[in-house]
């Protein structure tokens, strides 16, 4: 069975439609797109696309056979679970359950959140129990629709490892709930890569394929738009340990080039990454499923 790789919607033209950006992913040869919910109007505005749009949506997979398995919701960035203003709180929740109901809609499986308590707000002991209190809550509705929610390791240190993330699964303890980690951000953090994947290896939903400047004493590091294979990312390490510990998941590349000027200009950024990933995880014995 060949394992599904992906790639991300900010990778994709922007102007497309979503027929023509799961065309798009076809001809690159993808399996599946992963969507975008961010913090933006215009994308948040997606939780209240009408049934008719939802069907479009449907019919377009349908019609191209590209699967949309997966949102990431980064939507709490702006309106985050742990918010010390009961107004933003209440959004975060409301968001939530919308985005959880756009999944059902979709056939989406995975709604990957990201792991802060806050962003833009000051974090103490209670915007961390405020989080863990609503991503309970969070997970009781993706229990109730079948859809998994997965937290994303983060460009923050409130989880920035898989360790981390246990320790929340634990306190949250659904089993709804998974770990959707990105080979840029655990490894700019100087996480060892052998204990993230192989305590992880049982509560990972999907994986990122993205590279990343480190985390140093006298930089933040760098978590996008770093050109694979000039940042901290191992490669070869990274695939070696992902085969030992057995992950059997689908590939995402993780790339921003929504913007580029041509459709071509952004055709040719993703073919020059698959160009440098392909022969990596082929190498590794990853291309295809055991």
Same mark, same amino acid.
């Given at each position: ?14 102007h497309f439609t ?24 215009? =994308?948040?505005? =997606? ?13 377009? *997979? ?6 949309? +398995?997966?949102i990431c919701f980064?939507?709490?960035? =702006? ?45 103490? +002991? ?5 989080? *863990? ?23 923050? +240190? ?7 993330? %246990? ?25 060892? %890569? ?57 590939? %995402? ?16 950024? *993703? ?9 990596l995880i082929e ?8």
């Amino acid at each position: 069975m060949k394992r599904p790789i992906g790639i991300y919607e900010k990778a994709t033209p922007k102007h497309f439609t979503w027929l023509e950006r799961l065309e798009f992913a076809k001809e690159l040869g993808f399996d599946f797109v992963e969507m975008s919910v961010d913090e933006s109007d215009a =994308r948040l505005a =997606r939780l209240n696309w009408t049934k008719e749009e939802r069907l479009e949506i449907v019919k377009a *997979i349908y019609q191209t056979g590209i699967r949309i +398995p997966s949102i990431c919701f980064s939507g709490h960035r =702006r309106y985050p679970l742990g918010s010390n203003d009961a107004s933003i709180e209440a959004k975060s929740l409301e968001l939530m359950k919308q985005c959880i109901e756009l999944a059902q809609d979709l056939g989406v499986r995975v709604i990957q959140l990201a792991g802060y308590d806050v962003y833009y707000e000051d974090k103490s +002991p209670e915007t961390r129990a405020r989080f *863990i209190k609503n991503l309970r809550k969070s997970c009781d509705w993706a229990e109730q629709a079948q859809v998994i929610l997965a937290i994303e390791i983060m460009d923050d +240190p409130f989880i920035n490892s898989i360790e981390k993330y %246990l320790a929340v699964a634990k306190e949250v303890d659904s089993p709804y709930l998974f770990v959707y980690p990105d080979t840029g951000n655990v490894s700019a953090w100087h996480n060892d %890569l052998y204990s993230e994947f192989y305590l992880g290896h049982g509560s990972l939903a999907g994986l990122h394929l993205k590279d990343t400047y480190a985390v140093t004493p006298t930089s933040k590091g760098q978590f996008r738009d770093v050109p694979f294979g000039k940042g901290c990312v191992d490669w070869q390490e990274c695939f070696r340990i992902l085969k030992q510990t057995n992950y059997q998941g689908p590939f %995402l590349i993780e790339m921003w080039s929504e913007n580029c000027e041509t459709v071509e200009e952004t055709r040719e950024a *993703i073919k020059e990454a698959q160009a440098f990933l392909y022969p990596l995880i082929e190498e590794a014995g990853l291309m295809r499923c055991d």
